[in-house]
């Protein structure tokens, strides 16, 4: 298998796709990781990194979904 990298440079950052609009995340946007106790991991799609005016929906139904963890989706 090839490797087709650079020698020397910057080390390759680490891009995000915002969970709810699915577009890439860069270095100057603002973005906030919203953590659902019922998905820790992100499997369900529901915890992860989202653009903070994405992610404000997210956000209050995280915190009415963490007071009652038992709550499935």
């Known amino acids: 298998m ?3 990298g650079t020698i020397g440079g910057e080390p390759p950052r680490r891009h995000f796709s915002c969970l709810a609009c699915k577009q890439p995340i860069t270095d ?3 973005s906030t ?3 659902f ?3 820790p991991d992100g499997s ?3 915890s992860g ?3 903070t005016a994405c ?3 997210y956000q209050s139904l995280a915190r009415v979904v963490n007071m009652n963890p038992w709550a499935r989706f």
């Open 49 to 51: 990194v989202y653009h």
């Open 37 to 39: 106790q019922s998905d």
């Open 33 to 35: 990781r919203i953590e």
């Open 28 to 30: 100057g946007q603002h």
């Open 44 to 46: 369900a799609g529901l």
């Open 2 to 4: 090839a490797y087709f």
């Open 55 to 57: 992610g404000r929906p």
